[in-house]
């Protein structure tokens, strides 16, 4: 599983493939997604941790 950092690094990426039409409704979703995890670093840091060892135990 990648880790928090590197699943940040994959949104952008998305959202820049979307980059071309700001109003569309895909671009969209995929921005305030990013914004809202990168200003939220940390929990999702945690979040990512607990799910990764979740599926180590199964």
């Not at 995929?30 to 979040?47: C, E, P, T, V």
């Amino acid at each position: 599983m990648p880790n928090a950092d590197q699943l940040l690094a994959r949104l952008y990426a998305l959202r820049k493939d979307y980059a071309d039409d700001p109003e569309d409704e895909t671009y969209q979703a995929l921005h305030h997604a990013f914004l809202f995890i990168s200003y939220n670093m940390g929990a999702f840091k945690d979040y990512v941790k607990k799910e990764e060892e979740k599926a180590e135990k199964e």
